[in-house]
C-alpha cells in the first residue's frame, strides 16, 4: 500500500516561490520514479516534473527554470520547489507514483495559487 500527502500550497504574488513537498509511505519508494502533475480549472491534468530512482529529473518546458524537483530516499520525500512562479501556474498540485506492478498511486493534492 503507497499513500501520497501533498503539502506547501498556497497563495502566492507572481515572482514570488513556493515548495510544495510530498510524503509517500510504502516500501518502493526508493526505487519508483516521483513525479509532480497540475490541473487547472477547465484543463487536462498535465506532468509538470519526474525524478527517477537515481535522481534525474525533467520538466515541461514551461517550468524549465524556475521549478526544481528533489527526492530525499531516507525521508521518502519529493518536493517542488517553484520560483518565479505566474498566475498561468495556478493549479491543484499533485504527486505521483507508479510501483512495479503498473498502479498508479496519486495524493490529494495542493491548491497553489498565484495572483497578477
Known amino acids: 500500500q503507497v499513500q501520497l500527502v501533498e503539502s506547501g500550497g498556497g497563495l502566492v504574488q507572481a515572482g514570488g516561490s513556493l515548495r510544495l513537498s510530498c510524503a509517500a509511505s510504502g516500501t518502493f519508494f526508493s526505487i519508483n520514479t516521483m513525479g509532480w502533475y497540475r490541473q487547472a480549472p477547465g484543463k487536462q491534468r498535465e506532468l509538470v516534473a519526474t525524478i527517477s530512482s537515481g535522481g534525474s529529473a525533467r520538466y515541461i518546458d514551461s517550468v524549465k527554470g524556475r521549478f526544481t524537483i528533489f527526492r530525499d530516499n531516507a525521508k521518502k520525500t519529493v518536493d517542488l520547489q517553484m520560483n518565479s512562479l505566474k498566475p498561468e501556474d495556478t493549479a491543484v498540485y499533485y504527486c505521483?507514483?507508479?510501483?512495479?506492478?503498473?498502479?498508479?498511486?496519486w495524493g490529494r493534492g495542493t491548491q497553489v495559487t498565484v495572483s497578477s
Open positions: 505521483q507514483t507508479t510501483v512495479p506492478s503498473g498502479r498508479d498511486y
